[in-house]
C-alpha cells in the first residue's frame, strides 16, 4: 500500500535534504512519491492508480504520497507549482519529475522504463 510520507519520514526514507546538497536517496528500491492535495480533483483520480501500482509492484517499487497542504516545506524544496506532480527516483541516478494526472498505462511505462530497466552493458 502506498505510505504517506511527512518531512521526518521523508528525510530517512527518500532523501535528506538538511544534510546533503547533492541528491542521494536513502531507499532500498525505486520509488514514487505523489504530491497531492485533498481538494485536488486530477489527484483523486491520480490516487487510486497510484495505490494499484503499489500493489502490482510489490516488492519492487516503493509508493509514496506527500500531502502539499500539510508538508509545504517538501513541496518548496522540489519546487511543486502544480498537483499532481509525480517523482520517479531510480535507485541510482537523478530523479525525474512528471506534472499532471498521467493515465495508469503511462505511469507504467515510466516505471518500467526509468526505474526498473537494467541498463544491458556489453564488452566487447
Known amino acids: 500500500m502506498t505510505e504517506a510520507l511527512t518531512k521526518e519520514t521523508f528525510l530517512t526514507k527518500v532523501f535528506d535534504f538538511e544534510k546533503n546538497q547533492e541528491w542521494q536517496f536513502n531507499g532500498e528500491l525505486p520509488a514514487?512519491?505523489?504530491?497531492?492535495?485533498?481538494?485536488?480533483?486530477?489527484?483523486?483520480?491520480?490516487?487510486?492508480?497510484?495505490?494499484?501500482?503499489?500493489?502490482?509492484?510489490?516488492?519492487?517499487?516503493?509508493?509514496?504520497?506527500?500531502?502539499?497542504?500539510?508538508?509545504?516545506?517538501?513541496?518548496?524544496?522540489?519546487?511543486?507549482?502544480?498537483?499532481?506532480?509525480?517523482?520517479?527516483?531510480?535507485?541510482?541516478?537523478?530523479?525525474?519529475?512528471?506534472?499532471?494526472?498521467l493515465p495508469k498505462n503511462e505511469l507504467k511505462k515510466v516505471i518500467n522504463e526509468n526505474l526498473l530497466s537494467k541498463k544491458i552493458i556489453t564488452l566487447s
Request: aromatic residues 10%; contains cysteine.
Open 32 to 101: 514514487v512519491v505523489d504530491f497531492w492535495a485533498p481538494w485536488c480533483g486530477p489527484c483523486k483520480m491520480v490516487g487510486p492508480v497510484i495505490d494499484e501500482l503499489s500493489d502490482e509492484m510489490k516488492g519492487q517499487v516503493n509508493f509514496y504520497k506527500v500531502n502539499t497542504d500539510v508538508e509545504q516545506e517538501l513541496a518548496s524544496v522540489f519546487g511543486i507549482r502544480s498537483i499532481p506532480s509525480l517523482l520517479f527516483i531510480p535507485k541510482e541516478g537523478k530523479p525525474m519529475m512528471a506534472a499532471g494526472a
